[in-house]
């Protein structure tokens, strides 16, 4: 199964399953914060729950390009395999835990075994999909973390009918569950551009050094445009994850176990349609002009600067929503195009790698905006504090338009 044609497209399924749990897993305790302050009082004030989402994404931004340095050199199927079974583990330590600082612990713990995933199987994917078909398998293997998210949005649901341990507790089996399925199915591709004769002669000319690695990619100006250009909507993106549902439950005066659904759901099938139409439109262009996968993403960064206007000033249903779907199909569009945007300028070898830093560099962002957005909701300024992300994110666009010219779409 593993030489078939049709194994590439497997891997993509699998991985979707695991891309859904790692955002399922992070993402419902955002709209569990009513049930659990029941018990952890501490988690009544939104500087202290702000305080809680952040240091789980800046464990994860400092954890993100070792893992990816890791993903590099290690066989990535066990790095995801043990990956899984450790933030499942922690899921559903969340359902014991008593006090406050139990919870920051098993959220930090998330961080650092959720980081390992991501640069090892988005690397993955673009190592059995090449051309034709890679901002698509990116683009599908993405819906799987939107699946995730709007099922973590039904967390205050699930709670209310139940309760907040119980709700942990299952969702921990079912990730640990799948780590055993992965283990039988999910097997590495190791990418060899040299013919076997000279790899033997040259046995480390494949295998680059630590050091050497982040030089190349720190020295390639490139990839610092990318930077920026991933990391300033990182800021709406992870705004949208944490704050969207206390903004929908402000804004639309509901209680969170209906604007939790709702704000993710709307979230995530909208960035499901936004795949559908970014990744086949991205493959489909580069195939005629090599800035087609940079056009496309521009489109999906535009769409997203009108409707973080409207989701920070608007106050009925159809405006707050609207937005919502606007965001969602733009940030699809741009989401499906990043790997496959960061394979025309970095080789093979250090994808992971880079995609590792670029991880850094977003979640710090996400971990300063979330932080930030907790103060601005004590003092009843959040959805100012969304509008404004509109301005950053059309710096972001301008640079990239400018400064990204690829020159080939698979850099070897």
Same mark, same amino acid.
């Given at each position: 199964?593993?030489? !078939? ?23 419902? *305790? ?12 501490? /988690? ?9 989402? =952040?240091?789980?994404?800046?464990? #994860? ?20 395999? &043990? ?25 930090? *713990? ?5 980081? /390992? #995933?991501?640069? =090892? ?14 901002? /698509? ?40 569950? #799948? ?19 000279? *790899? ?16 190349? *990619? ?8 990318? /930077? ?10 992870? =705004? ?61 960064? &535009? ?75 004590? !003092? ?21 338009? #400018? ?10």
């Amino acid at each position: 199964m593993k030489n !078939s044609k049709i194994y590439p497209w497997i891997v993509v399924g699998l991985l979707w399953g695991v891309a859904l749990l790692n955002y399922m897993d992070r993402q419902m *305790l955002s709209t569990m914060k009513d049930a659990m302050q029941v018990d952890i009082v501490e /988690l009544q004030s939104a500087t202290n729950f702000g305080y809680l989402m =952040a240091i789980f994404l800046w464990i #994860y931004a400092l954890m993100s390009p070792v893992s990816g340095v890791i993903a590099d050199r290690l066989n990535r199927k066990w790095l995801i395999v &043990g990956s899984l079974f450790v933030w499942s583990s922690v899921t559903y330590l969340m359902g014991i835990a008593e006090t406050f600082n139990q919870v920051v612990w098993l959220r930090a *713990l998330m961080g650092v075994s959720e980081a /390992l #995933y991501i640069p =090892a199987g988005l690397s993955l994917i673009a190592d059995y999909h090449t051309g034709k078909s890679r901002s /698509l398998a990116v683009g599908i293997h993405m819906t799987g973390l939107y699946t995730g998210q709007a099922i973590g949005g039904f967390g205050a649901t699930v709670a209310d009918a139940f309760s907040w341990h119980t709700t942990f507790h299952w969702f921990g089996i079912i990730g640990i569950a #799948y780590a055993v399925i992965l283990m039988l199915f999910l097997h590495d591709k190791k990418t060899e551009i040299l013919p076997t004769e000279k *790899l033997q002669a040259n046995p480390q000319k494949e295998k680059e050094s630590v050091f050497t690695s982040l030089k190349s *990619l720190l020295t390639n100006v490139a990839f610092w445009v990318i /930077l920026l250009y991933f990391a300033a909507p990182s800021l709406p993106r992870w =705004a949208t994850k944490n704050w969207l549902p206390t903004l929908f439950a402000e804004n639309l005066d509901l209680p969170m176990s209906q604007a939790g659904p709702i704000s993710t759901i709307t979230i995530a099938v909208s960035s499901f349609i936004g795949v559908l139409i970014g990744g086949p439109l991205s493959d489909k262009w580069v195939q005629k002009n090599l800035r087609g996968r940079v056009y496309t993403g521009a489109i999906g960064l &535009g769409l997203t600067i009108p409707s973080l206007l409207l989701l920070g000033f608007g106050h009925n249903l159809v405006a707050v929503v609207g937005a919502g779907l606007l965001f969602g199909i733009g940030y699809g569009i741009f989401d499906t195009n990043n790997m496959p945007i960061l394979c025309q300028f970095v080789s093979h070898k250090q994808r992971a790698t880079a995609y590792g830093v670029m991880n850094m560099i977003g979640v710090s962002a996400g971990a300063f905006i979330t932080h930030l957005l907790g103060r601005w909701g004590d !003092s009843g300024n959040l959805g100012v504090g969304f509008a404004m992300l509109a301005i950053v994110v059309a710096i972001a666009l301008g640079v990239q338009l #400018y400064f990204l010219r690829p020159k080939t779409d698979n850099m070897e």
